[in-house]
């Protein structure tokens, strides 16, 4: 059974990372939508207005309490952050609260931190709402690919993106729900589950970005596809592991490598969009969206290979 100091912890840390990811998320399913579809257009406004309360609470509660590592990562805001969150709300006209993003930029790190009884009730109760938020959210995610996939709906992102970010919502609650039964981590199901969910992530994420490249943009076309190769190769080995685990450490250093690799190029990407020097149908928000995407990845595989030795 986690402590209260884990529980309080590791529930902030993940609720800083993916209450973020769920709000751009639906900013992003906002501004892929046309005027047709108002109700719909409406209905992600108030889940990214939703998340954007639930984050600013998460904000407030995680300062001098998250470990230095978490902070230090870039998994919760770059550098890029707040610029990336301007030029989209400039080129979408959709708000982006960039004060928040600013709050997150000043929080304190502690690795000894002193949890109180009230702070783990509040904790406890954001973690509740963050599920209930949540659960809405991958509902509406849910109706929205079947609308899209029946030819109801036209939107501007992939069918695959929907269901990949579908996918997401899901595993932030089945990350939730564990912490709220406060259950201690089994190192090798949470190596194999983390290696076989974000594999599969960092993949579609390469695809994605090849598919919204210009075609003039021939050499990152093919460095994006290289490694969405690289990433299906990687996916196809870790569904492996639940039956060789012997070859979980050699995976989990390629995997970390290869992580690497695909994180730096999705920041130089993400400061080509910024700076306009790369020709796509992407928002620089989308790019610093996968950098920490990356960036929380290569946290949690640093662990495991720590663990590991």
Same mark, same amino acid.
């Given at each position: ?129 963050? %599920?209930?938020? !949540?659960?809405? *959210?991958?509902?509406? +995610?849910? /109706?929205?690919?079947?609308?899209? &996939? ?116 999705? %920041?130089?990407? !993400?400061?080509? *969009?910024?700076?306009? +020097?790369? /020709?796509?149908?992407?928002?620089? &928000? ?24």
């Amino acid at each position: 059974m986690l402590s209260d100091q884990e529980y309080v912890r590791e529930s902030l840390e993940l609720n800083l990372f993916f209450m973020r990811i769920a709000k751009e998320h639906s900013f992003f399913m906002e501004s892929s939508l046309g005027p047709r579809d108002q109700a719909l257009i409406e209905q992600a406004e108030c889940l990214k207005n939703e998340f954007t309360m639930l984050l600013q609470e998460a904000i407030g509660l995680a300062d001098g309490v998250i470990s230095p590592t978490t902070l230090a990562s870039g998994e919760l805001v770059t550098k890029h952050t707040i610029e990336s969150e301007k030029v989209s709300q400039f080129y979408s006209g959709i708000a982006l609260d960039s004060k928040l993003t600013s709050f997150e930029l000043s929080l304190n790190a502690n690795p000894n931190p002193v949890v109180t009884p009230t702070l783990v009730d509040q904790v406890y109760s954001l973690n509740q709402r963050a %599920i209930h938020a !949540t659960t809405i *959210l991958a509902g509406y +995610k849910s /109706r929205l690919l079947q609308d899209i &996939l029946s030819c109801k709906v036209f939107t501007f992102n992939y069918p695959l993106l929907i269901d990949h970010i579908l996918r997401e919502a899901r595993f932030y609650l089945k990350m939730l729900q564990r912490l709220q039964d406060r259950q201690v981590a089994d190192i090798k199901r949470d190596i194999m589950e983390q290696e076989m969910f974000w594999n599969r992530i960092m993949a579609e994420h390469a695809k994605f970005i090849r598919g919204l490249l210009d075609p003039t943009e021939v050499k990152l076309f093919n460095t994006a596809h290289d490694f969405g190769q690289e990433f299906d190769k990687l996916t196809n080995q870790a569904l492996t592991m639940t039956e060789q685990t012997t070859i979980l450490p050699k995976l989990s250093h390629e995997t970390y490598k290869a992580t690497v690799g695909i994180r730096d190029f999705k %920041i130089a990407g !993400t400061e080509g *969009l910024l700076q306009c +020097k790369i /020709r796509a149908i992407a928002m620089p &928000l989308l790019g610093d969206h996968v950098v920490r995407e990356a960036n929380h990845y290569l946290r949690i595989l640093s662990t495991f290979l720590g663990r590991l030795r």
